[in-house]
């Protein structure tokens, strides 16, 4: 009961924050990171993260790393926010940095070097003009992914292909990590997933949740050290999993 008690008076509190930013036109926005065993690419991260005035804090999420990560983040950023998440995947990740937030909005970018910080104003600029969420696209106009294999690309494009055919929906590039979206529109969807399908996930709901969504081109460069943690075997699965678990939800509500 105080679980539930204090939850909803957190709800109201933030809800009346989220008016008052609306009206004052600041927002507050938390930049998540999270990470596994990143030591060796977060100075190069973490040095590029310019002082913006709408960044209330920087919050990296570590999945149990033993390479230092915590350590290394510490040195670079002293004041960085460092919680430990309380199970396993990126998306696990995403949700402890956001249940942890301080901000309006939250932001999440790799630890791994491959998405560029100095896009992150373009994704603010958006939010000023109001959109609820916004969503990095790597294959809009002639932005293209250096990070992505070929067989990724492919994935990639069957992947959001088949979810925009299914869900009668538009998105350019469905499973793109970048995105900065209202901290309580995000907690009110509920999201499941625990891996890299939360971004398959997350735009669905957002979209049948009536959120204003804006995509914005991304240029994603190489991952700087180490290697990807997305396996097809377990990842490829659970996106296309999501992708019809979304439609056929849809489809029983409709019959
Ligand atoms: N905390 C946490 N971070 C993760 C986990 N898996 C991946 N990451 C981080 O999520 C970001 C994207 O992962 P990455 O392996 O580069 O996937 P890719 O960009 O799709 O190839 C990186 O910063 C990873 O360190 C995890 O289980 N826990
Ligand atoms: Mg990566």
New binding site residues.
Partial sequence: MRNILNQSVLYSYNALCDKCSKVSGVYRISLI??????AANLPYLLSRIQNIKEIEEVIL???GSNDGTIDVALRVMPNIKIIQ?NG???G??TKCGANAAVGDYFMVL???G?QRPEEIPLYIGKIREGYDLVKGTRYLRKWKSE?DSLDRAIMNKITTTVANILWRTNFSDLCY?VFIINKIKFLELNIRANY?ELEAELMIKAKRNGLSIAEVPAHEIP?KHGK???TYRRDGWLIFKTVFIEWFMQYKKKH
């Fill in positions: 990171i999270p990470a596994l065993n990143e999420v570590d999945g998440q396993r995947g990126k696990n990740a790799d630890a791994d491959s990070d990590g890299f991952r990807s943690n997305l």
